[in-house]
């Protein structure tokens, strides 16, 4: 069975050495963020995901949730009892509002902790990362009746939320939902239709679900501009807040599925549902955009959090499992054969998902602050513009780069346990099955490049796409005298060149044939992705580099910060030129096959 | 009543520890660190005992480096209401550690001081004996039940033969055993409370204690590893082997 060690050392390290949150007293929740409470947290956190959660992944892979004839859901075994230890503990409200039961601490943080529960088990952390969502879009575009109303139990965990967006026929074009609210006497809305691929859509976890589900009133344009949002609990309430009747919304079925078993995808019929109006009529996609992008940054943790567990098991075996002998000679000549770590091909797996984890998470992090960042009053909006600017550019890589590379680590170490690998019993093959979901749900990973390319790449003139420029060119210019950084500076200098290229190769050919676009897309997301990576790497170098001149007692963890950095700066960043050329290449030859010859 | 309750900061018991190059001790830089797992369950009982009314407040203390302070805060975090700090960077002793607490004892007046029965770093299993000894106090070792009555404690402790209860007349010391009960996660909203509860910082000086180590270690060293065994063929063989080396 795997087994998972959470990485708080290094999520402490990018949060007091590489972001130097303490700078940031000024945000709210950071100045009460120090270095000795965010430990506090993170060890207990990492108490509850490696002994609650993580030993429930494999079992509830194989058990899965039930529906049952009288169309209640149930979750695997052992799940009821970890929730209850997870709201016991407060864990759902660490981000949320003082003013509703919450902690009230920085988003940066909510991102570590959402690392820790999906590589422990991402099934079960699909239950309470939906309701962030739904608090999110709640606290957001809710009445003040709506938040006393929902957000003190959803905050506290005693209630969970869903996103109900899909339907049978529409899913990537919500402009085509059919989903009717007729407005009630009373002011509210009877909602009736059909969702699909509802994660968390019904279980036994909370006593109560707040789904928020888009529909059409019947005034309502045609298209993504008639679409409005509404609050739809699968129990009412009384008007004191307390639990009424069964709402006419159930579960008509659970998707038997590739992964995630453990989590109910489900299938949504709502009868002539009592549900409220959240926010502007009509406006409901503006709503839904607020949950939607907090969820793709969610996702790409996701990416992130496989791979990262995936590599931690496959370093144990790649230790353990001995197997031949290392091409330059016996390793471990007292035993019948080496470790199979000995084999180059081997470390390249294991340092494919290494490097990629240690600067991803670095990534994600910093995209965490700037989140925090362009919310906060005390910032000048001056600064809050441009880090709204770059979070969105960070967003779809995040989202697209992380579940993409989330699938090919999962893959990678999959691969280091041979045969083992493929057998259910280690464990590994589910971590590829829980990512594969990961590249397709939130936006497909196509839709996250086109996002990239067709939005925020040329959005408000390109501004955010200079302001990333700049900040690449002004962080190289700022450190390009610095020598011993130059194994960093070198392959990234290279990156942003190419990068460049790329940005003018789309504007001058974008435009002119869209189709170019679109076929570049995901090459120019990976490319940029790669990009960011290396950039993140050379942050990382630096602050090592000055730690190891400056004299630190724990030199073995900043020396292998550079080793594993330059493998990355080395190895894999010359996939920009491979990427670089085929987004050159253009759009000719993908569309020149008829369709019907396919 | 009040309860006191010391804790080590020590290896967690996770990490698998290794000796120093130099044979000097065992390697400390860079391990994880966390509150001696028998300590924590006394914190647990403490809170138990709180919960159920028998207990008013709960000081938690640790004598060690300042970051023993952290080791403070998560009993603080389970639920201890303040801390007391005895900062002293060197290696200390059984002795020392008793006589310092004999000296919070007489600022504090606890009514029940109830520690672990034994630090899973030096495996002593002396501290709580040696302090019922100097405040004259009754003890009750390695509890696996721990029921308060007015004036008195009622212990169980888990003996060769099986378990023995012993009625203690308070104050009085308990140290505590794995399977008294196990301990809770510190709640979030607890962990942030805990950053606010106090923490007094004092130094074996304050206490008049002298707490020069009275033992030398002269050398620490791995185990040897072991050596791969043989098979026999037959059981008259083994009674040979057996038998050739003297063992029967």
């Known amino acids: 069975m795997p087994t998972y060690r959470a990485p708080i050392k290094d999520q402490q390290f990018i949060l007091n050495e590489v972001l130097n949150i303490s700078n940031y007293s000024h945000l709210h929740g950071y100045a009460e963020a120090t270095p000795d409470l965010v430990s506090a947290i993170l060890e207990e956190a990492s108490k509850l995901v490696e002994n609650e959660l993580q030993p429930l992944n494999l079992s509830g892979d194989h058990e899965g949730c039930t529906r049952h004839d009288d169309g209640t859901v149930t979750t695997p075994k052992g799940f009821k009892e970890a929730y209850n230890k997870f709201v016991e503990g407060g864990w759902s409200g660490l ?389 011993k950084l130059a194994d960093f500076t070198g392959p990234l200098a290279d990156g942003v060149k190419d990068l460049q290229n790329a940005v003018m190769w789309l504007m001058q050919n974008g435009m002119a044939n869209p189709d170019n676009a679109g076929a570049g897309a995901t090459s120019f997301m990976h490319l940029m992705g790669h990009v960011l990576l290396g950039y993140m790497w050379t942050r990382i170098a630096a602050v090592a580099t000055d730690a190891l001149a400056n004299g630190t007692d724990d030199p073995a963890f900043y020396e292998n910060k550079l080793i594993v950095g330059r493998y990355y700066m080395n190895r894999r960043m010359p996939e920009i030129k491979a990427l670089l050329a085929e987004l050159q290449a253009g759009a000719d030859d993908v569309m020149a096959l008829d369709a019907a010859s396919f | 009543m009040k309860v006191m309750v010391p804790v080590k900061r020590v290896v967690d018991y996770n990490v698998k520890v290794r000796v120093k190059s130099d044979n000097t001790g065992v390697e400390l830089a860079n391990v994880k660190m966390s509150m001696n797992p028998f300590d924590e369950i006394a914190v647990e009982e403490a809170i138990r005992l709180k919960e159920a009314g028998k207990v008013e407040e709960i000081v938690v203390v640790s004598i060690g480096p300042k970051a023993a302070t952290e080791t403070i805060r998560t009993g603080l975090a389970m639920g201890a209401d303040r801390g007391i700090l005895v900062e002293h960077d060197d290696e200390i002793h059984p002795l020392a550690v008793a006589k310092i607490l004999k000296g919070i004892v007489g600022e504090e007046n606890p009514d029940i001081v109830l520690l672990g029965k034994q630090a899973i770093d030096d495996d002593c299993n002396q501290t709580g004996q040696m302090l019922a000894q100097l405040l004259g106090w009754a003890q009750g070792t390695f509890a696996s039940k721990v029921e308060a009555e007015d004036g008195s404690l009622n212990v169980t402790r888990e003996v060769d033969g099986g378990l023995e209860t012993v009625k203690l007349n308070l104050p009085a010391i308990v140290t505590t055993d794995l399977r008294l009960n196990e301990p809770r996660y510190a709640s979030l909203p607890n962990i942030m409370k805990a950053k606010r509860k106090p923490i007094d910082e004092k130094t074996a000086a304050d206490y008049g204690v002298d707490a020069t180590p009275r033992l030398k270690t002269l050398k620490v060293e791995e185990p040897a590893a072991r050596e791969a065994g043989i098979k026999v063929e037959s059981v008259d063989e083994l009674v040979g082997k057996l038998k050739e080396k003297g063992l029967i």
């Open chain 1, 95 to 483: 981000t949320a509002d003082p003013e509703y039961g919450g902690q009230g601490m920085p988003h940066l943080l909510g991102l570590c902790l959402e690392e820790l529960l999906v590589s422990s088990n991402m099934a079960f952390a699909m239950y309470p990362g939906l309701s962030l969502g739904a608090m999110a879009a709640i606290s957001i575009d809710g009445s003040e009746e709506q938040k006393q109303t929902y957000l003190p139990r959803m905050v506290e965990g005693a209630w969970t939320g869903t996103m109900n967006l899909t339907e049978p026929h529409c899913g990537t074009d919500l402009g085509m939902l059919r989903t009717k609210a007729e407005p009630n006497d009373d002011g509210s809305y009877s909602i009736t239709g059909t969702k699909i691929f509802i994660s968390a859509g019904d279980h036994d976890l909370s006593e109560n679900i707040i789904h928020l589900v888009l529909a059409r009133l019947p005034d309502a344009p045609k298209g993504v501009k008639g679409i409005s949002l509404f609050i739809v609990p699968k129990i009412n309430l009384n008007d004191d807040g307390s639990l009424g009747d069964k709402n006419n919304v159930s579960c008509g079925s659970i998707e038997e599925k590739m992964g995630i078993h453990g989590n109910a995808t489900c299938v949504m019929n709502y009868d002539g549902a009592k549900g409220f109006l959240i926010g502007e009529a009509h406006k409901g996609l503006k709503s839904m955009f607020i949950m939607m992008n907090a969820a793709r940054l969610g996702v790409g943790i996701q990416g992130l959090g496989l791979s990262e567990v995936s590599y931690q098991n496959a370093v144990d075996y790649a230790n353990d499992r001995i197997q031949g002998r290392a091409l330059s000679g016996p390793k471990a000549p007292e035993k019948a054969a080496d470790p199979i770590i000995v084999h180059a091909d081997v470390r390249r797996m294991l340092l494919n998902c290494r490097s990629f984890n240690e600067s991803a998470r670095a990534l994600a992090m910093w995209a965490g602050l700037l989140i925090d960042i362009s919310r906060d009053e005390s910032v000048s909006d001056e600064e809050r513009q441009w880090s709204d600017d770059i979070v969105g550019l960070l967003t779809p890589i995040i989202k697209g780069v992380y579940t993409d590379r989330g699938l090919e680590n999962t893959v990678n170490a999959q691969q280091v346990f041979g045969g083992h690998g493929y057998v259910s019993e280690w464990g590994m093959e589910q971590f590829v099955r829980d990512a594969r979901i990961t590249q397709i749900y939130e936006g497909t990973n196509g839709i996250q490049a086109l996002d990239l390319v067709g939005r925020k790449l040329g959005g408000n003139g390109g501004r955010a796409t200079q302001a990333m420029l700049k900040m690449l060119g002004d962080f190289l210019a700022e450190h390009k005298d610095n020598e």
